[in-house]
């Protein structure tokens, strides 16, 4: 079987890795990939979000399956034209997409099925969003209603950096023009519960966890996440099944009765809060770095259990009974701005996931992104999978890399 792959991350290199492992699939190829990529696929000059040349090119090449990575191909409604075209595809529609395209949307359709999150309210004008977070109470939430790559959201300590978020998103449009929800501030530990879904079928992944701050304690800015592991020990039976019951099952069977059922990954971004389990935001997409742990400690076949879902059957998924911990390698400098060019050495083993990497014009591997490279171990414990995950982090050698050294830490501490 051809399987075509679109997008170039981390993400993408673990479902391209998961793939390779698969005995149906004898070609890969990845739209665009990246160096580690083409280590097991070949990688085809096409933008991911360049929708009419993927789906020629999976014409061309009679490609039995695509896969696809980013929210923004989905957005755009990739799925729907590789479909027209008569191409089976694993993902959702651009209709199901916006439970991640639009926070509004998602918020909606929270309300009205009873589905656990933040209270909120939206607005369009910035004099309403003003007047109404002179009297909220701080922290408050003030997120951008639309794909704005991690960064259209803002915690507000207080009423002066609200108005700074209100002023950035309302009326100078730094991410376009659009609207944005105010939102209740909730606390607790986050989780990602990504399930694979057909319809009203939900089929759960292992639970992660991503590391959002920069550095080593959360400290630091936020980022796109330095680091994730898997499975979580501080989510008992209880959390599962709420998180299952009263929040991914719901979710999907909402998106059927609003006719837009969803066909792909559905992800959940909870949270575990004093008062139950509660919903951050939905993703309809892996994902990243949460994948690059997931997927290896997958036994069964991928490619047999994205067919599946294409095809309106239900998915075989096993899973080893190890520790998963993977650790982000960024630029310094990273979520910041950073150089890129520098020369990667020793990054060959089959676990460390390439995020933003290129061959330069010498045939030397150099940072190409802020978040370069991703190393993953597993262990019979987390602090053990920590300390394999550090050592294949000491082996690389580049002088423009830092990362964090405690993800998993607080889990493993604790148990
Ligand atoms: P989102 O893109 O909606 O996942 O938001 C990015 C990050 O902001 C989340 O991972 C949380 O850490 C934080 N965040 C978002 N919404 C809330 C909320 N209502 N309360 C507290 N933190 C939040
Ligand atoms: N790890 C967060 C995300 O994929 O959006």
């Not at 014409?59 to 696809?68: A, H, S, W």
């Not at 309403?128 to 701080?138: H, K, N, R």
């Not at 139950?276 to 290896?296: S, Y």
């Not at 994205?306 to 520790?323: C, H, N, Q, R, S």
Request: overall charge negative.
């Amino acid at each position: 079987m051809k399987v075509l792959v679109v997008g170039g991350g981390g993400r993408e290199h673990a479902i391209v890795y998961a793939l390779s492992k698969s005995k149906k699939v004898t070609e890969i190829y990845a739209a665009p990939g990246n160096a580690g990529i083409a280590k097991l696929a070949v990688c085809v000059n096409i933008k991911d979000t360049d929708i009419e040349n993927i789906v020629n090119f999976a014409k061309d090449e009679q490609i039995d399956l695509v896969v696809v990575g980013p929210e923004a191909s989905l957005a755009l409604g990739i799925i729907d034209e590789l479909q027209k075209a008569g191409i089976k595809a694993f993902g959702p529609s651009k209709g199901a997409a916006q439970i991640e395209s639009s926070k509004n949307f998602a918020k909606d359709l929270m309300s009205k099925y009873n589905i656990p999150t933040a209270r909120y309210e939206v607005f369009e004008d910035y004099n309403d969003a003003i007047s109404y977070v002179e009297v909220a109470p701080f922290p408050t939430v003030i997120k951008y209603d639309g794909l704005a790559a991690g960064k259209g959201v803002v915690i507000a300590n207080n009423f002066e950096e609200a108005k700074a978020a209100l002023k950035d998103m309302l009326l100078d449009d730094k991410f376009g023009h659009g609207k944005v929800v105010i939102e209740e501030y909730l606390e607790g530990p986050e989780f990602s519960f990504m399930c694979f879904v057909d319809g009203t079928n939900v089929y759960p992944l292992q639970l992660a966890q991503d590391h959002k701050r920069a550095y080593d304690n959360d400290m630091g800015p936020n980022t796109g996440g330095m680091g994730a592991y898997t499975p979580l020990p501080f989510i008992t039976e209880d959390d599962y099944n709420q998180a299952l019951n009263e929040i991914m099952i719901p979710t999907a069977k909402a998106l059927v009765n609003e006719e837009i059922p969803f066909k792909g990954v559905l992800y959940g971004g909870l949270m575990k809060t004093k008062k139950g389990i509660k919903v951050i935001e939905f993703n309809c997409r892996f994902g990243d770095p949460e994948t690059e742990v997931v997927l290896p400690k997958l036994t069964s076949d991928i490619y047999d259990a994205f067919m599946a879902i294409v095809d309106g059957k239900e998915p075989v998924l096993t899973w080893d009974d190890k520790y998963y911990i993977g650790v982000v390698l960024a630029s310094k400098g990273y979520p910041g701005d950073y150089k890129k060019g520098f020369i990667i050495e020793n990054a060959d083993d089959d676990h460390i996931f390439h995020m933003g990497t290129k061959v330069d014009e010498k045939g030397n591997l150099v940072t190409n992104g802020g978040r370069v490279l991703f190393a993953v171990a597993n262990g019979n414990t987390l602090e053990e999978a920590n300390k394999k995950a550090n050592q294949l982090v000491d082996g690389i050698k580049c002088e423009n890399l830092f990362h964090r050294t405690d993800i998993g830490a607080k889990a493993y501490k604790k148990f």
